[in-house]
């Protein structure tokens, strides 16, 4: 195994990949999944934008959150994932520290960009859910698409300052600010489940107690299951991200504190896991994106053939 590492720490440093005492066949089988993962999250994504572009019944703001958390996994199985590939593969193989250094700053640079705004951007979906239910007719008149589109302008702009934060001046110090703000998402995001929670029983205990022909406080002109199935769909989405993120939120703490040291590829292929896991989740959840993804895949192999 080479020792090129040593002379290159934050290579390691960043990516969390260090010399490894795994076998060989281990370190060969994660390097064949995350190309496997990088195709099938790449081509689930492109399913899911021309699916999202087809699909009319969505709110625009909310249609672009939602593309913004597919183009983002379409990033990371694009840039991120082939780059970590070839990291993973490096344990073992000879490949040249220097090029290997600019694949390590790329794959960084990449997977806290797409994180990020993927992270910010499944909180902005729960929270425009939740304003959705208490506006009632208000909600398309605040809720705007040149308002989302410009949150949405902000979330990358300042996932790309923390990225060259992270890269160009301190890492510890980016790690910590990213830290911060994932866990400020995570906990916006559980408020904002709650409340929806509360709220929706609130609804079903007005209508259990709704005497014939008195009408009850509903200033929300919302089809009920069909605003049900989206938050369950985005659930869906964010508790996915948040069950891959824990093992590498871990990793990163054991590391940074000096608690172990080895190769720790498994943690960051289960983050990336979540951007193929995303597309499934939407035709699983959404009946109008498995529809529009069906139709897709149909097209597509008439016209092949």
Known sequence: MKNYFAGHNSIYKTTLIQPSTLPGGLIVTLFALNV???????????????????????HPPTKLLFRCLAFTDLGVGLVTQPFIAIIILSVITDINSSFLYYVAKVNTASAFVFCGVSTGASTAISVDRLLALLLGLRYKHVITLRRVRAIVICVWLFAILAALLLLLWNYLLSVIIGS?????????????????????????????????????????PLNIAKYKKTVS?????QLTLMACYVTFAIMVVLVNTGQIVGFNGISLTLVYLNSSLSPILYCWKINEVRQAVKDTIRQFCFFSF
Request: proline fraction near 3%; glycine fraction near 2%; include cysteine.
């Open 180 to 220: 911060v703000l994932v866990t400020l998402c995570v906990v916006i995001s559980i408020l904002s489940y709650a409340m929806i929670f509360l709220r929706l029983r609130q609804h079903q205990h007005q209508i259990n107690h709704l005497q014939q022909g008195q009408p009850y406080e509903q200033s929300t």
């Open 36 to 58: 496997f993962l990088s195709i099938t999250a790449s081509l689930g994504n492109i399913l899911i934008l021309i699916a999202l572009y087809k699909v009319p019944s969505l």
């Open 233 to 237: 769909s985005i659930a869906w989405v």
